[in-house]
């Protein structure tokens, strides 16, 4: 499984996906959520880091059943 995550200045994205046997990623889940007054105002490691627990409270119930690590990916480095 894998966790992709971006953020914007005004929202923030996730996608949770799968590797099948193909070996090609499929959808799972898909969240887009626009943030408020106040989180507009972080810096963007700290909208990176509310997008990812945001993500991973949301999606527990699926990522808690696997077997296997999954994968958090972002395009922040300082992450």
């Keep these: 499984m894998q966790v992709k995550v971006d953020v ?8 949770l996906s799968v590797k099948c046997k193909n070996r090609k990623w499929r959808l799972v889940a898909f969240i887009s959520k626009s943030m408020n007054p106040m989180e507009k105002n972080y810096k963007i490691y700290d909208k990176e880091m509310l997008a990812i627990i945001r993500y991973l ?6 990522l808690k059943e696997i077997k296997v690590q999954f994968e958090i990916w972002m395009d922040h480095k300082n992450l």
């Design 8 to 15: 914007l200045d005004y929202a923030m994205e996730g996608v």
């Design 57 to 62: 409270e949301v999606w527990r119930y699926y």
